[in-house]
């Protein structure tokens, strides 16, 4: 063989051999290293190098939070009633070695551990205590599993009931139980409903009562306020008419003064004055014995009056 063909082949096996032994672990990777076979390290992110034939990479670990769901388990509570239920587990691994040398397969012991954690809570409750108290049994189940995993290199961060399925019979009763709840609140609320509208229409037909008699009682101050007007302006025409009267009087009296009548003036006003107040009303008048001269005289000047107009 030609002396170069076998330096070509040596340097291929050598570059083989060294690419072989550079490895680069990813972000949220890590690598268990055994050294004829025992453990030798944990590698994390970055490049690294092994001994050939020496270093074996045993176990590739994902650091990240990761998620398994497991199938319904059979499960009975206190009561007797027995239902199934199906759990999810958040777990991340946080120690590599343990991981790899803590339990063969991490993930059906988690599975086991699960449900005989979840069989054991719940025999201790109720058909109605299981149903109400998802976040007890979780945070239960979690601390539980927590403590449980951790030799193991995981930790258990939340534990989810994805779903409670109890038995036909009892899905038939819980279901009739609860038309029955949402008939009663329905009829609740329609009555409720009418006592409302009763109550809101009693004080509409009280709010209106008061409103009427609100406004009858301001029409009736406004009419006594106008009687009561009337009758002032009423009252002050009369005064006023009283004093104009009493104030022609006083007027004709200070005339007459001023006039110096004498006696038989006088004596004639009166008579006129008691013709006025007859008005061919009085059937009776009894005048003085002057007066009467007077109209004795008054009748003589009427009689030689109409002498001078026969002539």
């Not at 019979?169 to 819980?174: C, S």
């Amino acid at each position: 063989m030609d002396p170069f063909v076998t330096l070509v082949i040596l340097l291929v096996i050598v570059l083989v051999i060294a690419s072989s032994c550079i490895k680069i672990v990813p972000q949220a990777q890590a690598f268990v290293i055994e050294r004829l076979g025992g453990y030798q390290a944990t590698w994390g992110v970055g490049i690294h190098l092994k001994l050939p034939i020496i270093d074996n990479i045993a176990k590739r670990v994902i650091l990240k939070e990761q998620v398994v769901d497991f199938a319904p388990q059979p499960v009975i509570t206190k009561d007797n009633v027995t239902m199934r239920i199906d759990t999810v587990v958040f777990y991340q691994i946080t120690d590599p070695k343990l991981f790899a040398y803590g339990v063969e397969n991490p993930i059906m012991a988690i599975e086991n551990l699960t449900a005989t954690t979840l069989r054991n809570i719940i025999g201790d409750l109720e058909l109605d205590e299981t149903l109400t108290s998802r976040e007890t049994i979780n945070t239960k189940m979690r601390a539980s599993l927590d403590v449980a995993t951790d030799p193991w290199g995981i930790k258990v961060n939340r534990v989810e009931l994805k779903n409670i399925i109890p038995p036909a019979a009892i899905q038939d009763a819980m279901e009739k139980q609860m038309k029955a709840e949402r008939e009663r609140r329905e009829a609740i609320l329609i009555a409720e409903g009418e006592k409302k509208s009763t109550v809101l229409v009693a004080e509409g037909k009280k709010e209106s009562a008061i409103l009427e008699a609100e406004a009858e009682k301001e029409a009736a101050i406004l009419r006594a306020e106008a009687k009561k007007e009337a009758m002032i302006r009423e009252a002050e025409g009369q005064a006023e008419a009283i004093l104009k009267v009493q104030q022609a009087n006083a007027e004709g009296i200070r005339f007459l003064n001023e006039a110096n009548p004498n006696g038989q003036v006088i004596q004639l006003k009166s008579l006129e004055a008691f013709a006025k107040a007859a008005d061919g009303k009085a059937t009776k008048i009894i005048i003085p014995s002057e007066i009467q001269g007077m109209a004795g005289l008054v009748k003589s000047l009427a009689e030689v009056g109409a002498k001078d107009d026969a002539k």
